[in-house]
């Protein structure tokens, strides 16, 4: 039994030890290339997320050149316009410039007669509205009373009359006023007199 298990035993280590060498090869390869294959579909993937990234940057790339060019068309025609107003608008403009200092100057010289020539008809003015108003107070001091008039000239100092006219008035006035109060004096004496001595006036006529 023992012999036998040992002739066994020998027999399966020669077989080990004769193993085919293109079997393990094969397994070599065929390892290879599972692992060649695996990184195959990982560089396939990371060549497909690279591929939509260049594309996604071609499409940015593609607007950011269409912007340039507007910004650049939009420069170049904003450098036309300005060239332009400068070889155009900026010698009208200092040409009217030119005639508005011109002008400036004439005005400038003929400011003071056209000053003195409104100062002028201000001052005719104000003399035409002096005169207008002295002639409606005329006209108003024409259609008052004379009664009103008399009052005015005696007791107020805004009659519209000459200064000797108020003091014959105003004198007058004094000596008619002095001689009514004398008359109003004299009366009443006589009325005292009268009643002083029982002089009765029905009596001395009856008799």
Known sequence: ?????????????????????????????????????????????????????????????????SLLSEAFSGIQRNTKRADRAMNQQVPNIYRDLQESKEALEDLGRTLPTVQTQVQDIHEMYESGRRKGQVLVNDLEWLNTDWYERWRLIIFTSSSPVSLKWKIAMRASFVVIFILCCWFSWVALQGAYRAHSHRLVWGDKLMS
């Not at 060498?21 to 497909?48: I, W």
């Open 1 to 65: 039994m023992s012999n036998q298990r040992g002739q066994q035993t020998g027999a399966t280590t020669s077989n080990l030890k004769h193993v085919d060498p293109s079997v393990s090869v094969a397994a070599k390869l065929e390892y290879t290339l599972s692992r060649v294959s695996k990184q195959a579909v990982q560089y396939e993937g990371e060549m497909k997320d690279l591929e939509s990234k260049l594309s996604r940057n071609l499409s940015n790339f593609r607007a950011i050149d």
